[in-house]
């Protein structure tokens, strides 16, 4: 198990181990995966980038990172250049507690995260929290005047305001009586980590082998309970701009993915999500949980594969 390291970015011998640390976890993405860094408003972003062709980024979800694709960016090198960064707050970029940490401060940021890429267009997958933000970016590349466009979104198990789990165990956590709670048991009883991780999903032996020491190992870089915790404060106002944002959205070719028994946002809310996005599939892969990107794999990549190749080709 790893221990998070106490002392501060500044010290050579904790940076040093945090490097060592993100480089074994990059190796599991498989070669040809590259490990890179790009600074954002201050603060040092990690990303992985592999494969060549039409650009994809990939937006992990709450308390994930980069390592959460492990599966797919080898499977989607041949057919795009993948981009999976570590949300600012997560994985082993900077933590960055003072920037705002809202859905829509953090989409602007991925969109900052594309153009500094010199991508003028790029498909978008965000599952969980990454997935509200994938949809509140795609919105913010419909204003006038963006330097950036997103063509195809794919959202995996997204946040969104009409599954009712998600309305209120975030929201709480958001409180100072959930936030204190939080802190007095979480960060200080890490065994709770994989007990809360293997409940996203459907069957614990579809668990792959070294995903809680992969999940674990940004504990190494202090404060990602507390960015966590700095997500959920906004979460009820999140969901509310979500619900206004989504009529926006219609023009954009979508797949929605979603595991029958995911119990962190409810299969029941594709749907009514899926109304908002007339030109769109809807596919839910039966007995699986909120990852199934890890949890049935292969099923995943081939229709994400599918999707991509059959909106970029029409005919």
């Known amino acids: 198990m790893v ?19 993100s480089a074994r976890v990059t190796a599991t993405a498989g ?6 860094w790009m600074e954002i ?32 960016m080898p499977a989607l090198a041949p057919y795009a250049t993948v981009y999976a960064p570590d949300l600012l707050g997560a994985g082993f970029s900077d933590r960055a507690f003072a920037l705002d940490h809202s859905v829509r401060a953090t989409a602007r940021r991925v969109l900052l995260f ?31 005047g963006s330097a950036v466009r997103v063509n195809r979104l794919v959202l995996v198990a997204p946040v969104n305001p009409y599954s009712s789990h998600g309305k209120w165990l975030a929201p709480f956590f958001g409180t100072s009586l959930g936030s204190a709670l939080f802190r007095a048991t979480i960060p200080r009883m890490p065994f709770l980590f994989p ?25 190494a870089v202090p404060g990602l309970f507390e960015h966590g915790l700095n997500i959920v ?47 769109s599939r809807t596919l839910i892969f039966p007995g699986i949980g909120h990852l199934p990107y890890e949890e049935c794999p292969e099923k995943f990549n081939q229709v994400l594969i599918e999707f991509l190749i059959k909106m970029r080709d029409p005919a």
């Open 31 to 36: 070669a040809g995966v590259e490990e890179c």
């Open 233 to 279: 404060r906004t979460w009820r106002q999140d969901l509310a701009e979500l619900e206004t944002v989504l009529p926006k959205l219609a023009s954009i070719p979508t797949l929605l993915l979603w595991g029958s028994d995911d119990p962190a946002v409810y299969a029941s809310s594709a749907r009514r999500l899926a109304q908002f996005f007339p030109n």
């Open 114 to 144: 594309a153009e500094r890429l010199q991508l003028s267009a790029f498909d978008l997958l965000g599952t969980s929290h990454g997935g509200a933000v994938a949809m509140m970016a795609a919105e913010e590349c419909l204003a006038a």
């Open 195 to 219: 007990y809360w991780h293997r409940r996203m999903y459907g069957n614990p032996k579809n668990i792959p082998p070294g995903t809680f020491e992969g999940y674990m190992a940004p504990l």
């Open 3 to 21: 221990k998070e390291l106490s002392s501060g970015r500044g010290d050579f011998a904790v940076v040093e181990a945090v490097q060592e640390i």
């Open 41 to 72: 408003e201050g603060a040092r972003m990690r990303y992985l980038r592999a494969g060549s062709g039409p650009p994809l980024i990939l937006l992990h979800g709450l308390l994930g990172y980069s390592f959460s694709w492990r599966f797919a």
